[in-house]
């Protein structure tokens, strides 16, 4: 609602007779038509009827294009209702695509991230899993593990007729599937880290040019900026597409101690930030340098940071990352190198089909991982191929979490829940 042009959709078995009565009398609507007709609310555009199985839920479907005023659009919907329509659940489109077995959990979920989708790439890394990619990594997991599941149990079932069985080739396959879990772990996250936006912290002392240095990046006085140290208390967030890369960078309060209430708690909150951040920016004034208290101090926070000497206008250094938020010299090969981290050149070149892993999937994958652990683990005590079956099944119903074959309904519900409407 709200645009120039509105979509009204109708899905179910009775969609076409439901859409028959709010289009011009004499238009009988029969499968796969497109038609302009007036609409009984007054207003004309296109309705178009597609039939099961193949259509966007996997049932009959209506579609009108109308105006998209709100008027228009109420009064089609109160039409349809009346003609025995229900408005639609949040995400119940793409529920029933589920259903009807047209697409898997992942898939689905990824629909909802194509629609929340702000930058470019963003949409594009939400399209892989909309195209199944990690359906397929998931169905591959699946596949092996069946596998070894079925040499075991006709081990189990039929002993006396087959060769023994050598107990370390199992072991090597449990192997291999860990480590392939775990590799889709690795490059799934990073996948979502594009998704979700990477978030830089810009940390350092009191007065070092952190604000300055965020409104040079953004192009805009959007962070105050002034001479005396703590100027900045509360910390500021501001979202930037970055040639497609949604960056959320964080200005934060200077470090030091302080007996001021208000700036102690913006240093812890900068202390949280920094826990939470993909990457931080020590900025530090090149005219006083970095203290080895305060490398140890990154180091301690076991995250990935950059320390970045300002102010070289007034003290120049060519070695490290170094700028001057004030002349902006430096600011473009700051931004290119942000880039590099996020998505090396080969990331590029391997970027088609790569899944993502958001946080339900990456949990979903530590249990896996857990229960290969245990089946690997039962395999080297030596304990009966029944123990070592009980964990591979557990891991099989794991991955099928993924894929929604074994998701329960209140999970499923709480899923698409989140959808908007319409969706
Ligand atoms: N010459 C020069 N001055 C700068 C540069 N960057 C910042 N400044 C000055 O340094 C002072 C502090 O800058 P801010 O950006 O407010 O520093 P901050 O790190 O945000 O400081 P707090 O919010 O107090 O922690 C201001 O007077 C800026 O104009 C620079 O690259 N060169
Ligand atoms: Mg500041």
Redesign the pocket.
Known sequence: MGGAVALVRVSGPNALEIGATVVRANLSLSPGQVSFTSFSNGDEGYVFTTVAPKTYTGEDTVEFSLHGSEASVQSMIDALIAAGARLARPGEFTERRFLNGKIDLSQAEAVADSVESETKRQFEVASQNRQGALSKATKEIENSLLGIITILEAHVDFSEDLEELDMDEIGVAISTLTSQVSNLIKSGTSQARIRQGVRVV?A?????????????ILEKER???????????DYIEEALDLSGYKIVLY?????RDSNDEVESFGIALTNDLIQKGDLIWY?Y?NTVGISQAEIEYLQESHKAFWTIA?????SSTDSGIH?????G?GISELKARLLQWIAPETEFAQFGGSPYVNQRHEAILFQLQTALFWANQAVELGQPNDIVLLHLREALSEAGLITGETTPDEILNEIFSRFCLGK
Do not use: F, M, Y
């Not at 962070?223 to 208390?233: D, K």
């Not at 200005?251 to 470090?255: K, M, P, V, W």
């Not at 300002?310 to 007034?314: A, F, H, M, R």
């Not at 700028?323 to 002349?327: E, M, N, Y």
């Open positions: 810009i350092g002392r009191p007065n070092a040019g952190k604000s300055s240095l965020l409104n040079a962070s105050i900026v002034s001479s005396h140290a703590g100027t900045t208390r200005d934060t309060a200077g470090l900025v004034d300002n102010k070289c206008d007034l700028l001057s938020a004030k002349t010299e």
